[in-house]
């Protein structure tokens, strides 16, 4: 039997990044990337949105699934940066 893996969702995402930003923890990669800005928080979107292409072409499911994790991440410190929440996202599913 497959063993049953504890799994975080978007919105668990979403509410761990909210927290960091609000509390700011030493150490938090999160908080730097917020700190550091839009510009550069966009540009490792793009660069994740990069990988996961590649991936999608030459990679294992396994490391498809790791690219978009990584796109998914980023795609919420953006929201965090600008002050959107999943609600803003889903009305435009
Ligand atoms: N899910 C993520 C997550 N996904 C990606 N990243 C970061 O995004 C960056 C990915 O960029 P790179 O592609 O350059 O990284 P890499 O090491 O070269 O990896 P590859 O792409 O080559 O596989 C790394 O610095 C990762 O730390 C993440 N950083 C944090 N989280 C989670 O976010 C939460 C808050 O993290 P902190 O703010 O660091 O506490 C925690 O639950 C973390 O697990």
């Given at each position: 039997m497959k063993e049953s893996v504890l799994v975080k969702s978007f919105d668990a995402l979403y509410a761990e990044l909210a927290d960091r930003a609000a509390?700011?923890?030493?150490?938090?990669g999160t908080v730097a990337a917020l700190d550091a800005g839009v510009h550069h928080i966009g540009k490792k979107v793009i660069e994740e949105a990069g990988e996961v292409w590649i991936a999608a072409e030459h990679e294992s499911d396994e490391a498809l699934a790791g690219e978009i994790s990584q796109l998914m991440y980023w795609s919420a410190v953006l929201m965090v940066s600008r002050g959107l929440t999943p609600e803003d996202i889903y009305r435009h599913l």
């Open positions: 509390t700011r923890p030493e150490g938090s």
